[in-house]
């Protein structure tokens, strides 16, 4: 048997050296013959290879990055939040934007573009160039609903126009605002695949949810989070920060590669809640506002018409067109008159901030223009100066101060709000304006965000400037456009196409039409667009050929039986702000655009139409990379982290335990803080005692406990526990909280908790400090722990969370 073994291992070692022998003599063979011809490898290398480099010929031209083409203009993009066509000076509106005027005064203003009607949806049309269903950004990326035309992850069919233009010699930047990448990836170890710098941005300066603290921003630098540069003491806004950061990105660009063509997409916090205006520029609009909402409307329209905006014969729309059994309580608009005294003064300095927010942003961007200028390249700069969707109306009828209330369902108080006056849109408020300012900002049409069936949803201010590529200086165009048609105007200028296939995936085609025709065509030439559909949390609408037809159907409304829903008709080309329905006139032409729609969201991966409540809408199981789980350990030193994917205490029993050793009796500074002055709790060692302060929704006083003993040095675990008991007057969880040293209690009594979440964005859980805006007033931010070690912080939940469905839902439509 030993024998038989030998022999066969003889025979192995035997074949395979046999094998190796045959494998040199072939290399041998293969190098005492080199071919004499050129070889041509299959990634188009035309030069010739041989044994030696001294014999051999290279080729560089398969692997030399690609240049843009000669004389490609530079492209720079300002995309504005939630503003609506009656707001901005060049269209005639209050609010001073001296840049803006500057750019319309050298190019053109257009009256007639037109959005999704929410953030998400517009900004992946500009994005990629197709429609926002093809982008599988039916809505927010937090409403995705796993169909082929809602799923919150943009297809690899629908390629990216930032990573064309990098293939194509551009340097790419983004920065301010995302908010397309789905809420379970927004973490420090979470998937990066929507992140901007994956899709073509070679940097990105901003935050990734649907708004921030503009004093405090949750902000990502390229690939990770990081602490803004200064605090508001320090004279830190984000849209002066952001201005900043384009403004180095460029020259960092010119120094190096002076002759590559950029392409920047800047898109601030404003004029997205919450409306955070320096004090000087809100300052300037004092007294401005004082006449109402319902006043404004009517005196903007007019200057509207002065200015070739509107034509003479545009009527008014009322402020509450939806009929009472499908109108949404929450969007309904107060009239002016019937408000008091002191409303009418806190919701006219409302709107004195909102237009400060503005204006101030608008400055930055004069900075960024004004480099431009300086050095010798704005002639040659494309600048698109627009907005995403119409005003926001999520402020409800009474507007508030801290919108986190808002979202909690607890009330906002007219006595504690007039608190706030002097300071409002400083680092002390969250604030919103009423829905009246919503309708005003937005005239003359109906509604205003969300609504995308209405023009006071869609129609959105835009003006293009080009030295160099548009002869035509301070016109008006009333061609009919959209925010598809972009990507295809920007390719026709550059000289580049959308390629047919990229990265081995066939591409589905542009949605839009390119707009330079228009450029240096008569204001009134026809437009060459021929049909725009919209379809938006279950309202649906449709423009063709100068005609318009509008389901009435409310956002949200839950109402279902689309079947059943009433359409109205409008002749656009006549009728600017859709008053006069001629459904009954022309059934066919009604008919016929109803078809059309069908066809359009067959074409568009449109169905099904949604239009269920928020508090549906979150009951959605989603993919997520992490199983549900009710024990987190957390540890000092890392990021913050997101309350998307941080613990979840909302509504439940919790306990907190953090394990410290103290080295030194002095002891101070932040073990555990998640949240901000509008919400939150947090752990700390402060003049030797340990304190856990829960700030229910920024209103004072705190709810504060201190242990009745100092901390001795030495290892301890610090503990909180938190027993829900009942419910208060608003859904808030009401409860006992005991504050532990080791095993003993140290302080005790009874506490309330927010139903729902402590920010909509930003203000992370940290361990060993508290990144942004402090949870409590007992301590500054960023007051990291010292005199000792965190081992680690760890955080247990019991029960049900999301007991405040309602509420929660709130806090979803208010982060669009």
Request: glycine share 8%.
């Amino acid at each position: 048997m030993k024998n038989h073994k030998l022999r066969k291992q003889s025979l192995f070692y035997f074949f395979s050296s046999l094998f190796c022998l045959m494998l040199i003599a072939a290399c041998n063979n293969k190098q005492e013959s080199p071919s004499e011809e050129p070889s041509v490898a299959d990634d188009g290398f035309k030069g010739k290879i041989a044994l030696d480099v001294r014999d051999s010929e290279a080729d560089w031209t398969p692997y030399a990055p690609k240049q843009a083409p000669e004389g490609a203009p530079n492209i720079l993009f300002v995309l504005y939040d939630d503003t609506g066509l009656g707001a901005w000076s060049p269209y005639g509106g209050r609010i001073n934007m001296p840049t803006m005027d500057r750019l319309a005064a050298n190019g053109l203003t257009y009256t007639q573009w037109h959005t999704t009607a929410l953030c998400s949806p517009t900004r992946s049309t500009i994005l990629t160039g197709r429609n926002h269903h093809l982008n599988g950004m039916a809505s927010i990326t937090e409403t995705a609903d796993g169909f082929p035309g809602s799923n919150g992850r943009v297809p690899d069919d629908c390629a990216p126009f930032a990573q064309i233009l990098r293939d194509n010699g551009y340097g790419t930047f983004w920065l301010g605002k995302n908010h397309n990448v789905p809420e379970s990836d927004i973490a420090a170890g979470g998937n990066r695949s929507e992140w901007p710098t994956q899709i073509g941005f070679d940097r990105f300066y901003g935050f990734l949810g649907g708004e921030t603290n503009n004093w405090y921003p949750d902000l990502v630098m390229d690939n990770h989070f990081i602490e803004p540069p200064a605090t508001p003491e320090e004279g830190y806004h984000l849209s002066k920060d952001l201005a900043d950061q384009a403004i180095n990105m460029l020259q960092n660009q010119r120094s190096t590669n002076p002759s590559k063509p950029f392409y920047m997409w800047f898109n601030p916090g404003a004029n997205h809640a919450p409306h955070h205006s320096p004090a000087e520029y809100t300052a300037k609009y004092k007294g401005m506002f004082d006449d109402g909402y319902d006043a404004y409307r009517d005196w903007v329209v007019n200057r509207m018409k002065e200015k070739g905006i509107l034509p003479e014969d545009t009527a008014m729309t009322p402020f509450n067109p939806m009929p009472e059994d499908m109108a949404n309580p929450a969007d309904y608009v107060r009239p002016w008159d019937e408000l008091n005294d002191d409303e009418k003064k806190l919701f006219s300095r409302m709107a004195e901030v909102y237009a400060g927010f503005s204006e101030y942003t608008d400055a930055q961007v004069g900075r960024i223009i004004d480099y431009l200028e300086e050095t010798g390249q704005l002639e040659n700069t494309i600048v698109l100066y627009a907005a995403d969707n119409g005003a926001s109306g999520e402020g409800s009828p009474n507007g508030s101060v801290n919108e986190n209330k808002f979202f909690n369902g607890y009330p906002d108080s007219l006595e504690e709000n007039l608190k706030y006056m002097d300071v409002l849109g400083g680092p002390e408020t969250y604030n919103h304006f009423p829905t009246g300012w919503a309708a005003a900002f937005s005239a003359p049409f109906k509604m205003f965000k969300r609504y995308s069936q209405f023009a006071g949803g869609t129609n959105d201010p835009l003006v293009i400037s080009w030295p160099k590529g548009i002869k035509a200086k301070g016109e008006v165009r009333h061609q009919y456009h959209h925010s598809v048609d972009i990507v295809p105007t920007l390719l026709e200028a550059i000289g580049i196409e959308m390629p047919e296939v990229y990265n081995g995936v066939k591409q589905t085609p542009l949605s839009g039409v390119s707009m330079m025709y228009s450029f240096d065509a008569e204001p009134d030439a026809p437009t060459q667009k021929e049909v725009q559909y919209y379809t938006m949390l279950g309202t649906r609408g449709i423009w063709k050929d100068g005609w318009k037809a509008v389901a009435i159907h409310a956002p949200l409304s839950g109402k279902s039986n689309f079947d059943k829903d009433v359409w109205e008709l409008y002749n656009v080309e006549e009728d600017r702000s859709e008053s006069n329905n001629l459904a009954e006139e022309y059934p066919e032409k009604l008919q016929e655009l109803i078809d059309e729609w069908f066809r359009q969201a067959e074409i568009n991966k449109v169905l099904p139409l949604d239009d269920r409540s928020a508090a549906e809408i979150l009951t959605i199981e989603r993919p997520k990379e992490e199983p549900p789980r009710d024990r987190f350990i957390y540890k000092p030193g890392t990021d913050p982290v997101p309350e998307g994917v941080a613990v979840n205490i909302r509504g439940r029993d919790y306990k907190l335990l953090a394990n410290v050793e103290i080295t030194d009796a002095n002891a101070q500074g932040v073990i555990f803080a998640h949240g901000s002055r509008f919400g939150g709790h947090a752990l700390f060692i402060k003049d030797k005692k340990l304190y856990y302060v829960y700030n229910f929704l920024g209103i004072k006083p705190e709810q504060v406990f201190v242990s009745n003993v100092p901390i001795p040095t030495g290892k301890h675990t610090f503990g909180v526990e938190f027993k829900k008991q009942d419910k208060g007057e608003y859904g808030e969880p009401i409860g006992y909280t005991k504050l532990y040293i080791d095993e003993e209690v140290v302080a005790e009594g009874p506490m309330k908790t927010q139903p729902a979440k402590f920010t909509l964005s930003g203000d992370g859980l940290c361990v060993g400090y508290d990144s942004g805006d402090a949870v409590s007033e007992h301590y500054p931010t960023p007051s990291e722990f010292e005199g000792g070690t965190i081992f680690g912080v760890g955080v247990t939940a019991e029960g049900t969370p999301y007991i405040d469905l309602e509420a929660e839902a709130k806090r979803l439509m208010m982060s669009q």
